[in-house]
């Protein structure tokens, strides 16, 4: 059974555009969680999608910005990227929250 | 803020040692988890434990909790080189719905 797929694994994109990371949640998993990584820190929360409906939102900008589709995958998508856009990104699926969160592998992003 | 600190920062042990690294955290909670990072990958849910449990273990790992104190402890017995890792906790805040990591423990296991 396939784990948590985040793509793409890698990406270079210049100050000012705009991107878009997609995850796809484990078979059944209806929750999907999006975390930023910034180099020697901790995840830091970004959003959590449930049933297609945001149900929590950390402090990040309204430049980030997500959704969760039928099929319950999801994208993030961040606008008028920065330096410090810079991170790994990582996406989380769950049954139910309370059980724990399955991690992708995440998204490299650098901004330049 | 809510989230949970790591202490040590950084623990380097000889294979067969034991590890023990520990969170302390500042709002109640649902439950409380520990993940582990090889080399800025994705995380590894290692263990969950509830409010209301104290102790849990799962193979070579033990992890406590003291509510009272808001903290836990994570201890990893016969370490091997294999567990050199970031180990991170992970608190809920009682939303259920997010959880808040702190900056995490390095150890380095020295074959």
């Known amino acids: 059974d396939a784990g948590v797929t985040q793509s793409p694994t890698h990406l270079i994109k210049t100050r000012g555009q705009h991107v878009t990371l997609r995850c796809s949640p484990i078979s059944g998993h209806k929750s999907v969680s999006w975390y930023q990584q910034v180099l020697g820190q901790g995840p830091q929360f970004i959003f959590q999608?449930?049933?297609?409906?945001?149900?929590g939102r950390g402090n990040f900008p309204d430049r980030f910005s997500a959704r969760q589709f039928p099929n319950y995958s999801s994208e993030l998508n961040v606008n008028a990227l920065l330096l410090g856009d810079s991170a790994l990104y990582l996406c989380?699926?769950?049954?139910?929250?309370?059980?724990?969160?399955?991690f992708g592998s995440g998204t490299r992003l650098t901004v330049v | 803020s809510q989230q949970g600190e790591e202490d040590p920062q950084a623990l380097s042990i000889q294979e067969g040692e034991n590890a023990t690294m520990n969170c302390s955290y500042k709002?109640?909670?649902?439950?409380l988890q520990w993940y582990r990072q090889n080399s800025g990958r994705g995380l590894v849910h290692l263990i969950l434990?509830?409010?209301?449990?104290r102790e849990k273990h799962s193979g070579r790992l033990r992890v406590t909790l003291d509510t009272s104190k808001k903290s836990s402890s994570l201890l990893i017995t016969a370490s091997r080189a294999a567990d050199t890792a970031s180990y991170f906790c992970?608190?809920?805040?009682?939303?259920?719905?997010?959880?808040?990591f702190g900056t995490g423990t390095s150890l380095t296991v020295i074959p």
């Open positions: 709002t109640s909670i649902n439950n």
């Open positions: 989380a699926s769950s049954f139910l929250a309370a059980y724990g969160y399955t």
């Open positions: 999608y449930y049933e297609k409906e945001e149900r």
């Open positions: 992970a608190t809920d805040g009682n939303t259920g719905n997010q959880f808040y």
């Open positions: 434990i509830r409010s209301n449990e």
